[in-house]
């Protein structure tokens, strides 16, 4: 994430030279981002299934110690890990591309998996992106704005501070305060034993809790989720807080310094509409590109938080998975992750291409 | 003359920056007044005062400047002037234009929003009125088709349209005065001329008075009524453009003029060896630069004849974008070639390998247009002119070839010692100078010189260009000179070649093609020039004028 | 967290919290204590122990006992159902063991069943079995536990582990409780079965949910702030001591069968006999050293705050026929450790000290604490300079992999019984055949094991388990060392936990 | 003039002197903690009391779980061990995580980088998607999985921190070659690289002479930055359960994990002081980034010194 920020604080270099060559439009630009995505899946994919590899087949890892030679011969005969690793590379390529991830050592496909623990992590990053956004970006543009006073100091070392502290620490110290001591809120799950009970029997369950208690209107239920979102989201966004705030700063900062907006000074425009308008916006290009980053530090934070709060998402069977070293299902849901990084990289791409009318290719 | 004709009226200002390397006295007590309806042209050396002479009229100094005495715009003391008050006041008391419009302009809105915001500023008015007045400004500095165009964002227009639109934004909120800092000097002299008649034109129609600051004295001859010359600092010489002109009274003044570049169209052509082997010959020369992920490439020098003789100073000149850069590249073997064939030193460009051509570059040198970038920051003067000697096998150590770096750096008029020295330790000057010695050292039969000397003022370009005419004198190389100045090829080129969209339009002899132009474009090329000499200026535009 | 919908059971409503986790509701398929206790709420038993007892006594049976020196009778009361109303008859009970011979998961219990030749269900109300050596005294306790939850013939399948949605869909209930929602691993509701009968008593609440945590200082604090009316298994060992200040809360303690010990791979062990430098004798005073330099108190307290307690024996505490012979064997002679008694007896093998041991843990497997426990251990046996000990840790998949395999020449194992009978702590390890599969043989404790085990006679049973232990004690195949406790944490309003040494909590007492 | 010149040269000397006011105050703040730690790193036999997995003294066995005070100033774990002593251990393991692993992925990075940015092609263009796919990918999970493959579940005192920095290691090499990769091209277009390729000189020599040094420029920044995240990483790792086991070293992240139950009793010392080394070492690095990052950048330097430069023209 060091070079995120690095890739980030580069100044936003003052368009230059802008042909639009060979009719090269938006649409292409998008198509041809779009195509990016499948090396860039594949690659991660390849890359964990070699990793995974490496140490053995999976059935043995797993399970070897527990079984006897012959059993584990049988399964991994019936599995197919005793083909050539080529063969099974292919195939698992194949299962990817028609959406079959595999499955877990106990029988379970990794899809429903992926489907019963995703809404969960999808919520929490929801959550932490919403802090983050809360918390950075106002912040960040007050740090510009009082630049080089000890607010600005100030709020540089929060933002540090935010970085600097481990999620997991940040969870201990959240619960210690709010749960402990003032007792104030849920120290771990999703929503308390009852309302989990009947969250799960909504009709036509999304897995995301905030959405199923609105659902039901059930003002309680939705407190309930609510009260136990504050503390992961709180302790996963504020990581990321931390970056954005840095990231608004010097992004800010740096158009501040840019002359259109010296420009705009001269024309008699206010201090803080040329923070709020003329700095902010094309500061937002790289932030916006940054998030994309995000995502993937969001889902490794999503890991500690989620083993912290007992939140039980991806990142939470993703650690349970490695302790049992299921490599199937690791593999089935680190291609998962590759594919949502790969995914919110072009979203975020094409986002900041529609933003920034200079990104064309 | 009473106050209220003077649109600005400046009495011992004196700005000083404070900086851990002390003070800066970047002005110390000028005097200054602009009448309405008057150009004021400010002028001097880099670093003079002029930007923040500029700057304290809008009341745009930074933080850490000091400024004292009166500074009287438009009937307002600027100076004393602080928060909203100092905010109205800008913009419609005075506007500013920037040096490079490309920048004065955010690129994530449209300029027709961007010219409302400052109106909007102002005046309390609706959005769609604040936009219709943006859409008339538009169409009075002549963007054409304006109701459109003000939807579009600024990369969506050309360099010159651009500061049309950064000059209809000062315009739109009436100031009686308008500050312009360079404001031609990223165009090209075609994009100049326009851009200065639209000036003139704005001072007649809206009777605003211009203070405007250059260091090209053919605008300060075209466009301003008084010119007004700083030299560190203070204002040495204040007088009416034509009187300027015609008796400098200040030494310093005198020496400007004197370096000032100008079209004399001397006969310079190279006489004999019209038989030897031309050093550089292209045929149909073509170079395209490759498109991103398979879009169609961009040919940017297409059909090119091209020869230069042994000891032959060849000028290429051409707007910005014609291709000057690609084809003296091509030559050093720093482009592909991808058409036709360019033979440099006996050598075939297209298509030839990094290592066939590494013997032969001892006879090729290169002189960078900015003499800053071109040199290894690490490394020192001495270390970099030795360079080719290493390279090419000739020394060992740059120890060893510290005698020829000695004599190179007097050649080119620097002492000794500066060989220890560290490129950013020398001046722009200095270093362009060390970056001819590097070119010479392995005392090449080819030189190409990239606009080597349009970084630096026109003084020092005096005295570089007067050297470099002497090195090419006693030492013979043939040379490609690329430069945008017409006045300077003037004053080196035995032979001319002018280039537009990629293509040679006119080659000859210096005198002849710009004593007698036969292209409609070369022909347009000179006319665009403003010459240094407001009399003939005026009758140039005269002449221009249909 | 005063919130309707999610506080602690309102009503009599009881959440149980524990960080144990389910592998198969199936009892075909799980040989683990947090399965077994989702098992012995939902699935019906032929005979269990009595709350607070350890004698073996029908459940759902109307009798049970040995008919002949092979054969144990088993009558069912008529009328039977599950929970789904299908009836519950003897073929039930012959499918359930059958099913569990053929299946024969690796994870799941029917090793437990080898004595079993075969069932007989000669009328739906009768099961007769069938053993292969006679006279077995842990047969009973044996159906008392995993392999003895009967299943629905019609819901299960005969040849696979079932998997838990499809029991759930079934309804394929017949204890205390049915369930009625179920995310494995998450959260389970438990529903009073109406048409179960047995030796526990109808459920006394409304309904249990029990709520699953993956860390135990979550469901410390769940218990603390009432989110859980009762937490069971298994708390760390200062989140226990925590709780015990608060008034609110209520500890449960009771008997725990759960002890760990150090194993000696007899082959790789210092002066082992696969070893260059053999030697029988070196090799057991080596081990007696060991013994010796343990501090148990040390590792009681230090490591467990006294939630583990001391253990000398084989046989921990509790059961019948548990002796204590390590104590007077070595260390001080009291229970202490004694560093002469160790050097004398390395002294008079003559081996070279400091001894050279390697040790081996797992880092996972029996919690946070054992890296403490073994660091703690590691220092006990280096304090005198007898040993040099390098220590390592080795998570469970590759441990349980390796030692196996005689990688580790000493290492930590722990057990938990799989029925509460002395049997479970003996026949496992000792027998020439064993799991821990360390070369340990020795003829006459395989034959005496083998006989306890058939001898009717409590009294005579007993005096042979003692001689059992002596005998063990001084091979020390292995050294064990402290012995675990059961402990319930449950709101002071919550009634009826019983811990004993069935090692059951039953949830139908629990009411408030 | 002479010695101020080579001064100004030397990357942190420089801009130290170049920086003024508040910056300078928190590039001071961050050298003086990352000093504190480095040393404490260095002197860690001398200052800690105790060895880290020490838990009896002359005096007897550690009293488990006591408050700090006394004997132990900082008090002591579940497990007996001196929460001071174990926290002065535990930067030593995590100095030497992050020398070995910036190091060889410094290298590695660094080679890689320069060498695809500077002959470009097909490799480079795989490499860039790699390194690209690579460094998207959550860096703690990389990790986790690497130290998996790596230490193979044993625990050795070597083992583990070798599994642990090499670990680090495959997550860092993308960023160090995305930095110098970017870098390399652009320096390849720089007049003073074609300078040198008119006068012939070797591709080796230029990359040797001219690109490389002048692209690793802003390697002491990005070094600072991923010398924040490795201790993280580490951190994470151990607080999974991935890391290095308390009795082969002391590590922060393990006795944080080891704390949580504590933290829920009330004995706040076992997480506190851990966490806030992790905490303080990070927010000590971070911040001589940062202040190297703001400093290298004129539009982020402190105003009053930007125009300094401007304003010295002599
Ligand atoms: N913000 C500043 N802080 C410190 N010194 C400054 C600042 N701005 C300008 N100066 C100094 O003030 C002097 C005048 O600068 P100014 O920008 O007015 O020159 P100029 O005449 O516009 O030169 P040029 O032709 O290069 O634009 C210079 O010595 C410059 O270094
Ligand atoms: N590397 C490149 N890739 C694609 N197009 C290029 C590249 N370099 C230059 N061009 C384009 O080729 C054309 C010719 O460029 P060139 O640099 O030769 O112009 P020039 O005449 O030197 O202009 P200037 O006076 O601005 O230096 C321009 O339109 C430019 O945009
Ligand atoms: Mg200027
Ligand atoms: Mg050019």
Redesign the pocket.
């Known amino acids: 994430m060091a070079d995120i920020a690095l890739a980030a604080e580069t100044p936003t270099a003052p368009p230059t030279?802008t042909?639009t060559r060979g009719g090269t439009t938006l649409w292409r630009y998008v198509l041809i981002r779009f195509l990016l995505i499948f090396p860039t899946i594949f690659i991660l994919v390849t890359t964990v299934f070699l990793m995974m590899r490496v140490t053995g087949d999976p059935i043995t890892a797993a399970l070897g110690g527990q079984l006897t030679p012959a059993q584990l011969a049988e399964r991994i005969e019936a599995a197919g890990y005793n083909r050539p690793l080529i063969v099974q590379y292919a195939e698992y390529l194949g299962g990817i591309a028609t959406g079959d991830f595999g499955t877990t050592i106990d029988g379970q496909p990794v899809t429903e998996v992926l489907v019963r623990y995703g809404g969960a992590t999808l919520e929490l990053a929801i959550y932490a992106l919403l802090v983050a956004f809360a918390v950075g970006i106002p912040l960040g543009m007050l740090a510009a704005w009082l630049r080089d006073t000890w607010g600005d100091a100030a709020l540089r070392v929060f933002a540090i501070l935010c970085y600097a502290t481990p999620v997991f620490f940040a969870g201990l110290l959240l619960k210690l305060v709010f749960s402990v001591w003032l007792g104030i809120l849920p120290s771990s799950g999703r929503a308390s034993p009852r309302a989990e009970l009947q969250l799960g029997r909504v009709e036509g369950a999304t897995g995301i809790y905030t959405i199923d208690a609105l659902r039901t209107g059930n003002p309680a239920l939705i407190a309930d989720v609510l009260q136990h979102a504050i503390l992961p989201g709180i302790a996963l966004g504020l990581l990321t807080a931390g970056v954005f705030l840095r990231l608004v700063r010097t992004n800010v900062i740096g158009t501040l310094a840019t002359p259109y907006v010296d420009a705009a000074r001269s024309r008699g425009v206010s201090e803080f509409r040329l923070v709020r308008t003329h700095a902010y916006r094309p500061a937002l290009i790289p932030i916006i590109t940054v998030i994309g980053l995000q995502i993937a530090m969001l889902l490794g934070g999503a890991v500690l938080t989620e083993t912290t709060f007992e939140w039980m998402g991806l990142g939470y069977q993703l650690s349970e998975f490695l302790k049992a070293r299921d490599f199937v299902a690791v593999q089935g849901i680190v291609a998962l992750l590759a594919v949502i990084v790969a995914l919110t990289n072009f979203i975020v791409d094409i986002i900041a291409a529609f933003i920034d009318p200079r990104v064309r290719y | 003359m009473s106050a209220d004709h003077l649109a600005v009226e400046v009495t011992g200002l004196d700005v000083t920056f404070a900086t851990d390397g002390g003070a800066v006295h970047a002005v110390r007590g000028i005097d200054l007044d602009v009448r309405e309806r008057e150009v004021l042209a400010i002028v001097g050396e880099s670093g003079s005062g002029k930007t923040v002479t500029a700057r304290t009229l809008l009341g745009l100094l930074p933080e850490t400047a000091t400024a004292s005495g009166a500074v009287v715009v438009s009937g307002t003391d600027v100076v004393a002037l602080r928060g909203e008050r100092l905010r109205a006041f800008r913009g419609s008391g005075a506007a500013m234009i920037f040096q490079e419009p490309m920048t004065a302009l955010n690129p994530v809105f449209p300029v027709g929003w961007q010219i409302a915001e400052g109106i909007r500023s102002h005046e309390k008015i609706s959005k769609r009125a604040a936009r219709r007045r943006a859409v008339d400004m538009l169409r009075k500095v002549g963007i054409p088709d304006p109701e459109r165009r003000a939807n579009d964002y600024p990369h969506q227009f050309s360099g010159g349209q651009k500061q049309r639109i950064v000059i209809a934004q000062a315009l739109a909120l009436g100031p009686r005065v308008l500050v312009a800092d360079e404001p031609t000097t990223a165009l090209d002299v075609t994009v100049q001329a326009e851009i200065l008649d639209l000036l003139r034109q704005v001072r007649d129609e809206f009777g605003t008075a211009i203070v405007l600051i250059t260091h090209n004295m053919g605008v300060v001859a075209d466009l301003a009524d008084r010119v007004c010359v700083m030299y560190r600092g203070e204002i040495v010489e204040t007088a009416p453009v034509e009187e300027l002109f015609r008796a400098p009274q200040a030494e310093y003044t005198r020496a400007l003029l004197a370096a000032v570049p100008r079209l004399e169209i001397a006969d310079r052509a190279l006489r004999g060896g019209e038989d030897e082997a031309p050093v550089v010959r292209a045929r149909a020369l073509e170079i395209v630069?490759p498109g991103r992920f398979g879009a169609a490439g961009?040919r940017?020098?297409s059909g090119v004849d091209l020869e230069i003789r042994p000891g032959e100073v060849l000028g290429l000149v051409?707007?910005?974008?014609?291709?000057?850069?690609?084809?003296g590249r091509a030559i050093a073997g720093l482009t592909t070639v991808t058409g036709g064939s360019l033979d440099v030193l006996g050598v075939e460009m297209n298509g030839v390998r990094e290592r066939q051509l590494r013997p032969h570059r001892s006879g090729l040198g290169f002189v960078f247009q900015d003499p800053a970038s071109s040199f290894n920051p690490l490394l020192t003067v001495g270390a970099c002119v030795a360079e080719p000697l290493i390279v090419q096998g000739e020394a060992r150590t740059v120890a060893e070839a510290e005698e020829r770096v000695v004599d190179l750096l007097e050649a080119v008029r620097l002492p000794a010692d500066f060989a220890r020295r560290y490129p950013h330790e020398l001046s722009g000057g200095q270093r362009q100078r060390a970056s001819l010695a590097r070119a010479l050292t392995l005392e090449p039969r080819l030189v190409v010189a990239?606009?080597p000397t349009s970084a630096l003022d026109v003084s020092v370009q005096a005295t570089v260009l007067g050297l470099f005419q002497d090195l090419q004198e006693r030492f013979g190389f043939a040379c490609l000179f690329?430069t945008?100045d017409l006045a300077v090829v003037d004053l080196l080129a035995h032979r001319v070649a002018v280039?537009h969209g990629?293509r040679i339009v006119e080659q000859g002899a210096t005198a002849q093609v710009l004593g007698a132009p036969t292209d409609p474009y070369t022909r347009r090329l000179i006319d665009a020039l403003p010459v240094p000499d407001p009399v003939l200026q005026a009758e140039r535009r005269a002449a221009r004028r249909p | 967290a005063g919130d309707p919908g999610g506080s602690a059971g309102s009503g009599n409503d009881i959440i149980v919290g524990t960080t144990d986790t389910v592998t198969h509701l199936d009892p075909a398929g799980s040989y683990d204590n947090g399965s077994l206790t989702l098992q012995t709420q939902v699935f019906p038993y032929l005979v269990n122990t009595a709350p607070n007892s350890t004698d073996v006594v029908p459940d759902l049976a109307e009798t049970a006992e040995f008919t002949g020196p092979s054969e144990y009778t088993v009558t069912l009361p008529e009328g039977l159902t599950w929970a789904n109303g299908n009836d519950l008859t003897s073929s039930d009970v012959k499918f359930t063991f059958d099913r569990q011979l053929a299946i024969a998961d690796p994870n799941g219990p029917s090793s437990l069943l080898f004595n079993l030749e075969s069932v007989e269900a000669p009328d739906e109300q009768t099961v007769v079995f069938h053993l292969i050596s006679e006279n077995d005294q842990t047969f009973p306790f044996v159906l008392t536990s995993f392999p003895g939850a009967i299943v629905d013939e019609e819901s299960f399948s005969a040849d696979a582990v079932t998997s838990d949605d499809d029991i759930v869909a079934a309804n394929a209930f017949g204890g205390p409780y049915s369930i009625s929602d179920y995310t494995f691993n998450e959260l389970v509701e438990l529903v009073p079965n109406e048409n179960y009968s047995g030796l526990v008593a109808p459920a006394a609440n409304d309904s249990v949910l029990l709520n699953y945590y993956a860390e135990s200082s979550n469901l410390k604090l769940a218990v603390e702030d009432g989110t859980v009316d009762v937490a069971y298994r298994s708390l760390s060992p200062s989140d226990v001591e925590d709780l015990s200040g608060n008034d609110a809360l209520t500890v449960h303690d009771g008997p725990g069968g759960e002890i760990r010990y150090i194993v000696f791979n007899f082959d790789t062990q210092p002066y082992g006999a696969a070893t260059d430098e053999a030697d029988a004798d070196a090799a057991l005073a080596v081990r007696q050293a060991v013994a010796s330099l343990l501090d148990r108190e040390a590792l009681s307290s230090q490591v467990y705050d006294g939630t583990y307690t001391p253990l000398y024996s084989y046989v921990p505490e509790g059961f019948a026929g548990a002796t204590e012979p390590l104590k007077e064997m070595y260390g001080d002679g009291a229970g202490g450790p004694s560093a002469e008694a160790a050097a004398e007896a390395l002294d008079a093998a003559g081996v070279e000290t400091p001894v050279e041991l390697s040790l081996q843990y797992s880092p996972d497997h029996y919690g946070p604490n054992s890296a403490d426990e073994y660091a703690l251990i590691e220092q006990q046996l280096e304090a005198d300079g007898l040993f040099d000990v390098t220590l390592a840790g080795t998570e469970w998949v590759q441990y349980s992999d390796d030692r196996v395999a005689d990688v580790y020449p000493a290492y930590q194992l722990g057990w938990f019984p799989d029925y509460s009978d002395a049997d479970n702590y003996l026949t496992p390890f000792f027998l020439t055949e064993n799991f821990l599969v360390n070369h340990y043989e020795d003829a006459e404790v395989n034959d005496l094991i083998l006989q306890q085990a058939s001898t009717p006679d409590a009294a005579e049973r007993e005096a042979l388990i003692g001689e059992i232990q002596q005998r063990v004690a001084e091979d020390l195949s292995t050294v064990p060392y402290l012995q675990g406790a059961q402990v319930a944490v449950a709101a002071s309003d919550v009634s009826g936990v019983v811990l004993d040494a069935s090692f059951k909590l039953r949830m139908a007492s629990l009411t408030r | 003039m002479a010695s101020a010149t080579i001064l100004d040269r030397i990357p942190l000397v420089r801009t130290a002197r170049q920086a003024v006011g508040l910056q300078r105050g928190m590039l001071v703040a961050g050298l003086v903690l990352t000093g504190a730690f480095v040393l404490t790193a260095l002197c860690a036999p001398l200052i800690a009391p105790f060895g880290y997995a020490q838990l009896a003294d002359d005096a007897g066995t550690f009293p488990p779980r006591t408050a700090p005070g006394g004997e132990h100033i900082w008090g002591t774990t579940i497990a007996g061990y001196d929460v001071f002593s174990r926290v002065v251990w535990g930067a030593q393991t995590a100095l030497v995580v992050i020398v070995v692993s910036v190091m060889m992925s410094l290298f590695l990075g660094v080679l890689l980088g320069a060498w695809s940015g500077y002959l470009g092609g097909w490799v480079d263009r795989v490499l860039v998607v790699v390194c690209d796919a690579v460094y998207a990918f959550p860096s703690l999970l990389l990790a986790i999985v690497s130290a998996i493959i790596i230490s193979g579940g044993q625990s050795s005192l070597f083992g583990g921190i070798m599994a642990t920095a090499i670990s680090i290691t495959v997550v860092f090499i993308p960023q160090y070659f995305r930095v110098v990769r970017a870098e390399t091209v652009r320096i390849k277009q720089e007049a003073y690289v074609e300078a040198a390729r008119v006068v012939g000189a070797s591709t080796w020599r230029i990359m040797m002479r001219h690109v490389l040094r002048n692209a690793t420029r802003s390697l002491p920044l990005i070094f600072t930055l991923n010398a924040s995240e490795a201790i993280l990483t580490i951190a994470g790792l151990g607080f999974l359960g991935f890391g290095i086991e308390p009795s082969a070293a002391a590590e922060w992240g393990y006795d944080l994990n080891r704390a949580v139950e504590d933290v829920t009793a009330g004995r706040w010392w076992t997480a506190v002081f851990p966490g806030l080394a992790i905490v303080l070492v990070v927010l000590g690095i971070t911040l001589v980034g940062e202040s190297l990052n703001d400093l290298a950048d004129p539009r982020l330097r402190t105003r009053r010194r930007r125009l300094a430069r401007k304003g010295s023209p002599k």
């Open positions: 030279k042909t | 630069y961009f940017a020098v051409g707007e910005s974008g014609s291709g000057k850069s690609t084809i990239d606009e690329i945008h280039l990629g």
